[in-house]
Nanobody, 123 residues
């Protein structure tokens, strides 16, 4: 079965960095656009960043632009989210998700999703 397993979350001070990884199995990874979502307590799930099949096209929400970088390694079936200059408002559970179409995952629609990894940014 399809599995998306996130790792790399944790507790960091404001201004710090984290690198999230999402290892995929059970699917043809290079056939899927990938995205990172996040959901904070009491808030809606938001798309943070997305990347197309070959990695040449990316999308970022406004709050992530200039601070976060999404990338993928199709040889390793892994998508990454490098997060720099973290802020307390970045605190959330971060999920990776897959959809065969980039435009769909950017709108929040996914075919597969991981269990999430907690990111906590202290002031």
């Amino acid at each position: 079965q399809v599995q998306l397993v996130e790792s790399g979350g944790g507790l960091v001070q404001a201004g710090g960095s984290l690198r999230l990884s999402c290892a995929a199995s059970g699917l043809t990874f290079s056939s899927y656009a990938m995205a990172w979502f996040r959901q904070a307590p009491g808030k809606e799930r938001d798309v943070v960043a997305a990347i197309n099949l070959n990695g040449f096209s990316t999308y970022y929400t406004n709050s992530a632009k200039g601070r976060f970088t999404i990338s993928r390694d199709n040889a390793k079936n892994t998508v990454y989210l490098q997060m720099n200059k973290l802020k307390p408002e970045d605190t959330a559970v971060y999920y990776c998700a897959a959809n065969s179409r980039l435009e769909r995952v950017v709108r929040g629609s996914y075919e597969f999703r991981g269990q999430g990894t907690q990111v906590t940014v202290s002031p």
